[in-house]
């Protein structure tokens, strides 16, 4: 291909006597439109980014660097230390200045916490940029050592490549092993509001860790084209390793601020190799899964904004004898520029014949996939059979050779202490809420639950949803499979092993055993329960040894126990305060679990309505105001209704529906993609009045999807910014598969098949299937608690495309540690669950 003969050219023009000519092969990086640097191959995004505050450093902001199509480079920007971590401070932008007639771009960064300005300038020069970094007085004297210009260089990019640090030769390391020292804490620039990720055993003191190499000129893979970048400075540049303090620290490039200087106190160059005229490779886009005879079949092909569509693109079948047939040649349709890419798409519904298939388009060819009636029947068994086992709290959870995790939290939970703001989004307000104290023990919390995600917290809310999301999959489809032993008593759960018991039901009472034990316990459901300190929470590995299972002592020292008790504070914490939103949620969820679980564990069942109903006059009583959830406002009349439609179908009491209509229609007018899901479950349930009067909506609402093919050549609502919308992808699919069976004459089932394409593989960037192992090829790297082993979880379904401003959307497959692409929850896992579910039930329809 031509980028092997171009790269000796572009390495030739290092060489002086080339320079003349250089301008000819080595294109000048131009700041474009959009406001970040462009060349066919390099792009230098300036805080195109920044840093959000919500979580910290992401790693998706600063001076960032997308190399020939891949994301390589991050955190460009004055930092306090050799290898930053999540919780280190980050600087705020307060000024930045585009200047595209001098290409330049200008950033002033301060961090508030020491009153320190600096100003980053980053211009186009020969084959790369200057960046300069300015100060209009000297370094405050507690930064002094600390200070420092950084570029973070991806390690996944790197691997298996070399350096060079002044023709000094090295290896980019595959496993951090390079030195570190140990400093006394007083010389530590605190971490974010004091918390630490280090846990230092009581001996105060902190990690640095020592460079891996230093000199004038480093060169990152010299003989890799599309990586190699060229760093240039007259001061020291050392190349560190951030993994020694966190898995997921990256390469880092940097040079320290000297003291008591002011003016341009530093000078970068940097030059990324472009290859000459570059253009990233099409990507074709379809399901991983496969097909169904009778559905539409559309591949959307993603190009290079330079690239020049092909007339055609063909299906071919690869037969027994291991040939390949071609069924159809057909002409692709035009659809445009969306994002950073341009858009074709290839629609290959005629082919029905069921087998196996690629599809080629140039010299790009899928790998194979399969059409036939048969493609949806098993999507969900790994998500049931073994993600959400290992999501399993307070369980053993065994499978065949392998012990995921021992029994955790035996020592849950203490009262959260008023006035607190937790560093996973979880908050105390000036009182609990509840009968506690600030610290005292809540008996009875160590049972059931699900771990959120990829940390090892209880979220009351997505156990509500995910719960409910069981209970309509039960109801709808019967999902009566058992694959799993569960044993409550022991604590104990075996995956790939049946016990007579059907698995959907185990996990129904698993989540709901956690949530009927708050309310019991504290007298109302809570935001969640999570480990107090930060040097726990980012907890890697079995989740057994994130605290020492033995309840807090305070008559013991740290790191005492006496066999039973222990005198390090280690137990989780219950954050208490009451919302309307989530007793709600709550509601919902115990009403409809009670349907779920009275002929399987009915005085759990019978607990759970009794519980429910007494929460709901409880609230009736209580203010009712819109309230934060989260964070984030969210509409009250929807999840209402929702409490008030689940009650009505447990009870059939008339009090629930004269609710339930009070509020449904006010929720649809204020927000109807959000609370269409809820207005057509309830369709079977109600009279002729409402589903007359619910029609015109459904119209509407079918406007609204139509809307979206024009928006995005795949026809979902894609929302990506700090997280994937995967889970709005899968709910707005599983409404449609609600208002197409209410209303069919208005809303095909398209619409739900379009969702859980999009979740195979027909969606930017990459054709990855976004559920592990489901697919032909699948996420492989997650954000799950494995994900320091760079694995997965079977059956995880991934947030999926992160989009970067202006116009990168990205979900990397070499790179677990990015959470807003990788991490894998409860919620949007049940929710994938009944949408599988739902898809094989509207295929087999027809
Ligand atoms: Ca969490
Ligand atoms: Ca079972
Ligand atoms: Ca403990």
Known sequence: MKKLYS???????????????????????????????????????????????????????????????????????VRLQNTPEQWDLIPTVVDRKVDKKNNTIDVVLRYKEYDFDSRVTVSAKDDGVIISVYLDKPLPEKLEGHAGFNVEFLPASYFEKTYLVDSTPGVFPLYPSSLTTVEPVNKKIPQYTGHT????????????????????????????????VKIQSRDEIMLFDGRNLAQNGWYIVRSLIPAKKAGKILEWFVAPNAIPDWKRDPVIQFSQVGYHPSQKKIAVIELDKNDTPLETASIFQVTPEGKFVEKLTANVNQWGKYLRYGYVTFDFTSVKDPGLYFIKYGDQKTN??????????????????????????????????????????????????????????????????????????????????????????????????????????WEEFNLDRDETYVDQATRYVDIHRPDGKPDILQQIEHGTLNIVAQIKNIGHPVRGIVVPNLHQYHHLGDASTETDNLPYNPD???????????????????????????????????????????????????????????????????????????????????????AALQLFI???????????NELIWTALDRTLAWSISVAVQAYPYMDN???????????????????????NPYGVPIVARGWGGNGMVVNWAIAN?????????????????????????????????????????????????????????????????LLLKPDFPENKEDWPFLWGENECVVNICADYIFLSGAVKELVSKK
């Open 197 to 228: 990720t280090f846990d230092d055993r009581g001996r105060g003191e902190f990690l640095v860790p020592k460079p891996l190499a230093s000199g004038k000129t480093i060169v990152l893979a010299p003989e890799d084209p599309e990586r190699y």
């Open 368 to 473: 194979t996939f399969a059409v036939g009636a048969q493609v949806y029947n098993d999507i969900w068994h790994p998500t049931l059979d073994v993600w959400f086992p290992v999501q399993m709290d307070h369980m053993l959870v065994n499978e065949a050779y392998r012990v995921w995790h021992g029994v955790p939290y035996l020592d849950d939970a203490l009262q959260a202490p008023v006035n607190h703001q937790h560093f996973d989004g979880y908050s105390m307000g000036p009182t609990t809420d509840t009968k506690y104290k600030s610290l005292e023990r809540i008996p009875g919390l160590a049972i059931g639950g699900w771990f959120d995600a990829g940390d090892f917290d209880i979220q009351t809310a997505s156990h509500c949803g995910a719960i409910l999301s069981f209970v309509n999959a």
């Open 737 to 801: 598969y609600y208002v197409n069976k209410a209303f069919p004459g208005i809303v095909g089932p398209e619409y739900a098949y379009r969702g859980l394409n999009y979740i195979f593989g027909c969606h930017p960037y990459s054709n990855i299937s976004f559920v592990s192992s489901v697919g032909t090829v699948s996420k492989k790297i997650t954000y799950g608690n494995n994900r320091a082993d760079f694995s997965f979880i079977a059956g995880g379904v991934v947030p999926g495309l």
């Open 689 to 711: 009045e409402y589903k007359n009067k619910l029609k015109d909506y459904v119209v509407k609402y079918k406007n609204f999807m139509d809307g979206l093919i024009k928006e």
């Open 7 to 77: 790269v000796p050219m572009c390495l030739m023009l290092l060489v002086s006597i080339f320079l003349s000519v250089k301008d000819a092969f080595c294109q000048k990086l131009q700041v474009n439109d959009l406001e970040y640097f462009e060349t066919p191959g390099v792009n230098v995004l300036v805080f195109s980014n920044q840093y959000n505050g919500v979580f910290f450093d992401e790693k998706t902001a600063g001076i960032e660097i997308i190399h020939h199509g891949v994301r390589t480079a991050t955190g460009g920007a």
């Open 556 to 642: 013991l020292k740290p790191y005492e126990t006496d066999g039973k008790s222990s005198g390090t504070m280690d137990d989780r914490w219950a954050f208490t305060n009451r919302t309307p939103w989530l007793d709600y949620f709550s509601i919902g969820a115990l009403a409809a679990a009670n349907r779920a679980l009275k002929n399987y564990n009915k005085p759990l069942a019978d607990e759970c309505l009794i519980l429910a109903k007494n929460l709901w006059n409880e609230r009736s009583k209580l203010p009712g105001d819109e309230d934060a959830a989260g964070g984030v406002m969210r509409p009250r009349n929807s999840i209402e209704s929702m």
């Open 650 to 660: 447990t009870t059939k009491e008339e009090q629930y529906s004269k609710r339930f």
